[in-house]
T-cell receptor, first 114, second 114 residues
């Protein structure tokens, strides 16, 4: 069955430090991959998406993600974290050749310390 | 600011009340979704409308009744809810009901059942 795993429930980084959030997927073909961010009390905002082509994808707010087929991973990165990046981050996979479903990971909660 | 607008932002209701949640988008999207999100959990899909027709009902109890009056509007009618239905209800839309289409989320309605 298709699934998405975010191994880290919580991550704490210092402001200005680099960030990497991990996402692994289980799927036979190349999936459609997304990263969303959710600030407290708000909905989900799309950071970036991957369908095909270049494996390094640029998103909004200075985020990027790299698709690695050999590792079934789609990790999110940011070179320098700002306090406003503190939020919940969800990796999601859309099932190709199928409608409707976004399969979300359980999320990673990011805390940014001064 | 999100392009998917949900009202009200907060709703408190008793178990015998009838209320409705509303969602509106003007991006010309033809697929709209209702999700339920409990605290510290990813969103769970409830319903999908594609071209104003209900295409997916994820075994949601009948006390939740969706309605899509036109391509821009999506309602969720609530009746005889239970305390465990307290959650954040998110609406989303996408260009079409396809896995490769990113979904755009509203900020949600925070629902509390007394």
């Amino acid at each position: 069955a298709q699934s998405v795993t975010q191994p880290d429930i919580h991550i704490t980084v210092s402001e200005g430090a680099s960030l990497e959030l991990r996402c692994n997927y289980s799927y036979g073909a190349t999936p459609y991959l997304f990263w969303y961010v959710q600030s407290p009390g708000q909905g989900l905002q799309l950071l970036l998406k991957y369908f095909s082509g270049d494996t390094l994808v640029q998103g909004i707010k200075g985020f990027e993600a790299e698709f690695k087929r050999s590792q079934s991973s789609f990790n999110l990165r940011k070179p320098s974290v700002h306090w406003s990046d503190a939020a919940e981050y969800f990796c999601a996979v859309g099932l190709s050749n199928s409608g409707y479903a976004l399969n979300f990971g359980k999320g990673t909660s990011l805390l940014v310390t001064p | 600011d999100t392009e998917v607008t949900q009202t009200p932002k907060h709703l408190v209701m008793g178990m015998t009340n009838k209320k409705s949640l509303k969602c509106e988008q003007h991006m010309g999207h033809r697929a709209m979704y209702w999700y339920k999100q409990k605290a510290k959990k990813p969103p769970e899909l409830m319903f999908v409308y594609s071209y104003e027709k209900l295409s997916i009902n994820e075994s949601v109890p009948s006390r939740f009744s969706p309605e899509c009056p036109n391509s821009s509007l999506l309602n969720l009618h609530l009746h005889a809810l239970q305390p465990e239905d307290s959650a954040l209800y998110l609406c989303a839309s996408s260009q079409e009901d396809r896995a490769r289409e990113p979904q755009h989320f509203g900020d949600g309605t925070r629902l509390s059942i007394l």
